[in-house]
């Protein structure tokens, strides 16, 4: 039985706050003027990608009681940053990250619905929330909510905006000069909402927008978080960038969908990936490798472990052997805003096995911490990237990639220039755009088709994925 | 303060127009007022006429010609984009007008609004502000669900409690300037250090909690977003009455008033100046800008016959908080020379009809008032501060050197 081909997606994460992100290399610009995300948008354009996607920032973190300062620091605001893209590119979609605890459904749904419309049909929304009093510090709000109700919430949140999308049921305003009909429904955007977290109603002012409903993005990776993508989102943004675990996971969500009356074509799967370029397979190996120790300084090997073993191990050296006292698993974490520390469920015992894995293999602190945070996901030249990316969406182990490159804003240009025109030749990926909004891009249908299903479906939410949840040392950036 | 021989000026956009009726006039692009390009033309043909700043008007709910209700009204403009969101649309086409646009200080986070102006100003490389305003309307209230408030009769306007409230959205108005102020201030301007020999993109001692704590919320800081490139982005405010010039007197760096003669206009400034005064700002330069809406046309007649014929169409006539002004771009020059002995600085001129009356001011008022002397022939600076007279400020955060202290101003 002969499988059809499939078409790659490919876009483009602007490079993070983490260590992925190498500053100090000299072709390093800035990762807050706007001419770095204008580069970076027109690359990714120029190559055709899908869209480029924006992460959010509600809190500086902090680590030991101090603002971290060992990688990039800071960042714009999202919508406005994506808002100003529009003005500088035509085509290529515009993903941010909106999380969903520090802002209100109206004010959330407004806002991506004016950039719908700014955009002429590019918007998208990777739904995220949290709940730590760290960053509640800085809303009105503060950051306390119950357990129980975290989900939930967040769960009703984007039910709600979805309500507020579809309020002006995709009335079109006439504005008949002759007749003086601006509006021939004066109830258009009427909607009322009330359940015991948000008990609103009135008229949303935003019409219907070109692509009626912001394209959505999950990002999460639990039983629910799946659950939720299957039942609501349009893609997620995986982290699964290897043949086994992407196949895996992508075999458990795509069969989550028949469920929900959606189809394998309804939901794209498409994880985060790093990527070193060479023109052979050796060189790009050697660079990855610089890359590698570029990403983890010494300094940064030692906060990564203290972020395990929660505790200041700033006497530590880090190219000697890991400490013998074990993590403190009394107080508070001292690592805050990240999602880091609650992926160690059991410090004790993850600090025993990478005592075995440094003793077994003789490695320092450093060289562990470099090969425990995860390696590059492409490596190779041209010609091996394309075929790695080609051969893992052909396997099912993704419908394509959102690559992160680590020099801000230069870094995804080799992947343009090199990358890009081969699988084109190969007919694996667009040569120009064929559509005009991000759901043409993604093939995804109008959004309301579906409403019947999507609507209050669902189960669980993108809940664990933090805005940085990518960020930590074990994740995939 | 020292008297500028130019005015300023600005123009406030609104759909279509601030009339009612302007979305039906022959050049009127109503299908277009959702559209990024549609903004992006108004905001580059106000660069095109110098002018210092647009603004961007807003509002959570729909518009209504009834304060406390939706009207259900078909023959008027509703519904509007998120202003915030169309200014940064229109940044990136212009290079050197100053872009304000409205934000609901009622409803939404401080901390999310001082990184999208901040944010704003990078893309618009020094020319962002804001236009701070409040909200109490009953049925902007029942968008967030955070709160209730009463509907407010205009006949009661000037009781007690009525006041009272007003006091205190100003008040919240106030608090939110400040912890939106204190987050652009939050990060020092060399904070960035991105010193490899120590490994430390940034210097910590450079960031600063703001731990603002108040009535309405707490926020603890720094911003996300490093300082931007104006230091301070302008902050601006409509007043009409002694609560709000109280803000504009206190937190703002240009104060709109809607003065309906010269002796009006001498009033309020006089009162702005006072209240300035006691909040200790009297060195600090605060523009007082009267508003104006304006029909502009080669005749008088014209604009009148214009102003009717819209009157018409919509059925009754047009009423506004602000002064109308319906004849030639000559007399308006007349006016605003006038006025402008009365203390104001400059004005926000509000366009009836758009693009008409926006390109009238451009291209007919601003070389009037540039013939007389009386407006920039072009732009001398390329940020809005610069445009407006206003230094880029000291950090309220960062250590002053002793020798250096007291600031010059």
Request: proline residues 5%.
């Amino acid at each position: 039985m002969s499988k059809p081909i499939k078409q790659i997606h490919l876009a483009a994460h602007f490079p993070g706050v983490n260590n992925t992100t190498v500053w100090s290399d000299p072709a390093a610009g800035s990762h807050i003027e706007f001419a770095s995300f204008a580069h970076f948008a027109r690359t990714a354009e120029r190559a055709k990608f899908d869209f480029v996607f924006l992460a959010e920032g509600l809190r500086l973190r902090e680590q030991g009681g101090q603002i971290y300062d060992l990688d990039v620091v800071g960042r714009p605001d999202t919508f406005t940053v994506l808002a100003a893209l529009a003005a500088v590119t035509e085509r290529i979609g515009l993903t941010g990250t909106i999380n969903s605890t520090f802002n209100e459904p109206y004010e959330v749904a407004r806002q991506f619905a004016s950039l719908d419309h700014l955009s002429d049909g590019r918007a998208a929304w990777n739904v995220v929330t949290s709940w730590d009093a760290f960053t509640g510090e800085n809303f009105r709000r503060g950051g306390y909510l119950a357990e129980q109700d975290r989900y939930d919430r967040a769960k009703t949140f984007l039910r709600t905006a979805w309500e507020l999308f579809d309020s002006w049921d995709g009335y079109r305003i006439p504005a008949d000069k002759e007749s003086g009909v601006f509006l021939s429904d004066p109830k258009a955007g009427a909607f009322e909402h009330r359940d015991r977290h948000f008990d609103i109603a009135g008229r949303f002012n935003v019409p219907t927008s070109p692509q009626e409903r912001p394209v959505i993005f999950q990002a999460g990776d639990s039983d629910a978080g799946r659950e939720f993508a299957a039942s609501s989102a349009d893609a997620i943004f995986g982290r699964h960038s290897t043949l086994g675990p992407g196949q895996e996971f992508y075999a458990d969500v795509k069969g989550r969908l028949e469920s929900y009356g959606r189809t394998g074509e309804d939901l794209l799967i498409l994880p985060a990936a790093t990527f070193v370029l060479g023109d052979t397979d050796a060189e790009a190996a050697e660079l990855a490798v610089e890359v590698r120790r570029a990403q983890v300084s010494g300094q940064t090997a030692i906060k990564f472990l203290e972020q395990l073993w929660n505790r200041d191990l700033s006497g530590y050296d880090p190219d000697g052997p890991l400490p013998e006292v074990d993590p403190d698993v009394s107080g508070d974490s001292i690592s805050k805003g990240r999602a880091a520390d609650r992926m160690y469920r059991d410090r004790i015992a993850v600090a025993r096995e990478y005592r075995e894995e440094a003793a077994a293999k003789r490695l320092s602190i450093r060289e562990l911490m470099i090969e425990k945070t995860s390696r590059q996901s492409f490596i190779g030249s041209a010609e091996t990237v394309a075929t790695q990316i080609d051969d893992l969406v052909q396997a099912d182990a993704a419908d394509g990639y959102i690559l992160v490159p680590h020099i801000t804003p230069g870094g995804l240009d080799v992947f343009a220039d090199t990358v890009v025109p081969i699988l084109q030749e190969r007919g694996r990926f667009r040569a120009d755009y064929e559509g005009t909004t991000l759901r043409e891009h993604l093939g995804l249908g109008t959004p309301r088709k579906a409403a019947g299903t999507q609507t209050g479906a669902g189960a669980g939410t993108s809940a664990e994925a933090a805005s940085e949840a990518t960020a930590v040392p074990v994740g995939a950036l | 303060m020292s008297p500028d021989p130019l005015l300023h000026l600005a123009v406030a956009l609104d759909g279509a127009g601030w009339h009612p009726a302007a979305w039906r006039e022959p050049d009127a692009r109503p299908e277009e007022l959702f559209r990024g390009r549609y903004w992006a033309d108004l905001v580059a043909e106000a660069e095109d006429g110098l002018l210092d700043f647009v603004t961007i008007e807003d509002s959570f709910g729909v518009q209504s010609t009834d304060f406390n209700e939706v009207d259900d009204r078909v023959d008027q403009v509703r519904g509007r984009l998120d202003a915030v969101l169309t200014a940064a649309r229109a940044a990136p086409a212009t290079t050197h007008v100053g872009i304000v646009p409205t934000v609901v200080a009622s409803h939404t986070e401080p901390f999310h609004l001082s990184k999208a102006i901040a944010t704003l100003d990078y893309a618009a490389a020094g020319r962002a502000g804001l236009r701070v305003q409040i909200s109490a309307k009953p049925y902007e209230y029942a968008l967030i669900g955070r709160r209730t408030t009463e509907p407010v009769r205009l006949a009661d306007i000037n009781t007690a409690e009525v006041q009272a409230r007003i006091a205190d959205h100003f008040s919240e108005a106030a608090d939110y300037v400040e912890v939106v102020r204190r987050l652009w201030d939050s990060w020092e301007d060399d904070a960035e250090i991105r010193d490899a020999a120590t490994g430390r993109f940034i210097d910590r001692e450079k960031l600063h909690h703001i731990d603002f704590e108040g009535d309405w919320f707490d926020v603890r800081g720094p911003s996300i977003t490093p300082r931007p490139p104006q230091g301070q982005p302008v902050v601006t405010a409509l007043g009409h009455s002694s609560i709000p010039y109280q803000l504009i007197a206190r937190a703002a760096d240009v104060g709109f008033v809607t003065p309906h003669d010269r002796a009006g206009a001498a009033a309020i400034v006089a009162e702005i100046r006072r209240e300035q005064e006691f909040a200790g700002r009297a060195s600090d330069t605060v523009h007082v800008f009267g508003d104006l809406v304006v029909f502009l046309d080669e005749s008088t007649q014209a604009a009148q016959e214009r102003r009717a014929r819209l009157d018409e169409a919509a059925g009754e006539p047009y009423t506004s908080d602000a002064y109308i002004f319906a004849g030639t771009p000559s007399e308006l020059a007349d006016l605003l020379a006038d006025w402008r002995h009365a203390g104001l600085t400059g004005y926000r001129l509000r366009p009836a009809a758009l693009p008409h009356d926006l390109t009238r001011i451009t291209r007919a008022l601003v070389p009037e008032l540039q013939a007389r002397g009386l407006f920039r022939t072009e732009y001398q600076a390329s940020t809005l501060r610069g445009h407006l007279g206003l230094p880029r400020p000291a950090n309220r955060y960062a250590a002053v050197a002793p020798a250096a202290a007291p600031a010059a101003v």
